[in-house]
């Protein structure tokens, strides 16, 4: 039995789309640890079959999620949540129903006003109550977890940003906890029952994996546009020195080309080692307006590299 999961929270660069790939690359069997660094959404380090697994990121709010996930009063919690902050909840009431109510509104849609399909005007108000309340530590451990689940969940194309200070910013967005997300939950507690599984806060300069060990790494794209909390060209270059002095295999998720953006730093450095070109588009997350057609169409020379 296969232990592939999808995404919990659609986290922006999760690997259920490629795990085939990256699972084709990694031993059948292992020793040591497996180190999913820069873990995000622990999607590669849940997907195997390792019975020990360190998922290592920076992001707090990510790690105390994931850390309380397996929790028995989870589901509880979550939708004592949602009920508090009045919030709709399709896994109890069909979204249809919801689309009834009179406050949902309108939208435009190339050029025509109609009916608005999404619920994004029922939940605004207590999406940005929570919002606050969160910034606020009104929140700890469990709720806390719960809390950053249903702003990720609910939020802008399912996403909350982390800002310099810590907080989180970000606007509602047109899903809830549905019956798909229930269903993911499920599946993520299928394949952590009886695992050895830690969460750690931190990079991979915290961690020294021994030579029985194997380390998969998705670190931020330089390529990609995006600024990913201040990734710099330094910081790849002392990732790439790092896993140059790993004692163990390990495997590397990346992209040399997005768009017109080239990382040369990590195609000049893949040249000494094995590179698996990803044939992978990603459409979903383009938004509508005139630049939907330039980011569909955008192409990325994905890769996997190997020791």
Not at 165 to 173: A, K, P, Q, S
Not at 198 to 226: N, Q
Request: aromatic share 12%.
């Amino acid at each position: 039995m296969t232990n592939k999961v999808f995404s919990l929270i659609n986290y922006i660069g999760h690997k259920s789309k490629i795990i085939d790939v990256i699972l084709d690359n990694v031993p059948e069997t292992l020793d040591g640890v497996f180190w999913d660094i820069f873990s995000g959404s622990s999607v590669v380090g849940l997907s195997t079959q390792f019975e020990r697994v360190k998922f290592v990121d920076n992001n707090p709010h990510l790690q105390n999620l994931y850390l309380n996930l397996q929790d028995p009063d989870f589901i509880q919690t979550l939708e004592s949540l949602i009920n508090k902050y009045s919030l709709t909840n399709t896994t109890r009431k069909p979204r249809a129903e919801y689309l009834k109510d009179p406050n949902i509104g309108t939208c435009t849609w190339q050029g025509k006003t109609v009916s608005n399909m999404h619920l994004d005007q029922l939940n605004k108000k207590g999406y940005m109550s929570l919002l606050s309340d969160y910034n606020a530590n009104q929140y700890k451990d469990l709720e806390k977890a719960c809390a950053y689940m249903i702003l990720t969940i609910y939020g802008r194309n399912s996403n909350v940003t982390t800002k310099k200070d810590g907080t989180l910013t970000g606007g509602v967005g047109p899903l809830d906890f549905s019956p798909k997300t229930k269903q993911k939950y499920n599946r993520h507690l299928e394949v952590m029952k009886g695992r050895q599984l830690d969460w750690v806060l931190g990079s991979f300069k915290d961690i020294e994996p021994t030579k029985d060990d194997f380390v998969y790494l998705d670190p931020p794209y330089l390529a990609s546009g995006f600024k990913y909390s201040g990734w710099t060209e330094e910081d790849e270059k002392d990732l790439l020195d790092w896993i140059d002095n790993l004692p163990c295999e390990w495997a590397l998720s990346n992209v040399f080309t997005s768009g017109t953006t080239n990382n040369s730093i990590l195609y000049n450095w893949a040249q000494n080692h094995t590179v698996i070109k990803i044939d992978k588009n990603y459409r979903k997350w383009a938004a509508k307006g005139k630049s939907t057609a330039k980011r569909k169409n955008k192409k990325n020379e994905e890769v996997l590299i190997l020791k």
